[in-house]
């Protein structure tokens, strides 16, 4: 069965240091992976996606995320966290649209 | 241009009524889906509609269903309403089916309290 999980539940980090957000998926064939933002009450908003084009991509807000088949991950990184960066964060296959469980990022002054 | 819209913003129903959420794609997307997301948990994929016809379907029960308009715009009914059902309902639009790379907007959903 194709899955998204996404390993931290919790993720804890003060403002200017990087951000790690981890994310494995399970799929029988090469997926569309995409990372996306949800903030307190407002939509979900994609971020960034992968499509084979490139193992390394760039999204918005200076995040990006690297796929990795051979480790089967897809982690989303930012150099330097900001406090707006606070929010729960959704990594998604899109082998029938699996969100993983989410992952919240508090960013600490 | 408009994002995704949902209609309503917030609901109240009680316990065995039935309700329809309705929603209106980024004009140009020809497909729609649903979702659910409860309380701290991430979405749960329920329908997706490509030209007005059902082109997916997730593990929830026939109370749920879903249809979608001649100008793309879509409509989720769910019947006999339980507790469990309360929840955030969120629709996103996508140009072509979804699965296969093609991003999804999200509009800001209609949060359902059953009671």
């Known amino acids: 069965a194709q899955s998204v999980t996404q390993l931290d539940s919790h993720v804890s980090v003060s403002e200017g240091t990087p951000v790690l957000l981890r994310c494995n998926y399970s799929?029988?064939?090469?997926?569309?992976l995409f990372w996306y933002v949800q903030h307190p009450n407002k939509g979900l908003q994609l971020l960034l996606k992968?499509?084979?084009?490139?193992?390394l991509v760039k999204g918005i807000n200076g995040f990006e995320a690297e796929f990795k088949k051979s480790e089967t991950s897809f982690h989303l990184t930012k150099p330097s966290a900001h406090m707006s960066d606070a929010a729960e964060y959704f990594c998604?296959?899109?082998?029938?649209?699996?969100f993983g469980a989410g992952t919240r990022l508090f960013v600490k002054a | 241009d408009a994002g995704v819209t949902q209609s309503p913003t917030h609901l109240i129903k009680t316990r065995g009524q039935h309700v329809t959420l309705r929603c209106s794609p980024i004009?140009?997307?020809?497909?729609v889906s649903w979702y659910q997301q409860v309380l701290g948990q991430g979405p749960q994929f329920i329908f997706q509609?490509?030209?007005?016809?059902?082109?997916g379907r997730g593990n929830f029960p026939d109370r749920f269903s879903a249809r979608q308009f001649p100008n793309y715009s879509s409509e989720l009914n769910v019947n006999a309403l339980l507790l469990g059902d309360s929840a955030l309902y969120l629709c996103?639009?996508?140009?072509?089916?979804?699965?296969?790379?093609?991003?999804?907007?999200f509009g800001p959903g209609t949060r359902l309290t059953v009671t």
């Open positions: 998604v296959g899109g082998f029938k649209t699996i």
């Open positions: 992968y499509t084979s084009a490139a193992t």
């Open positions: 799929s029988s064939y090469s997926p569309s």
């Open positions: 004009s140009g997307h020809k497909s």
């Open positions: 509609y490509y030209e007005k016809e059902e082109r």
């Open positions: 996103a639009s996508s140009l072509e089916q979804g699965a296969l790379g093609y991003e999804q907007y």
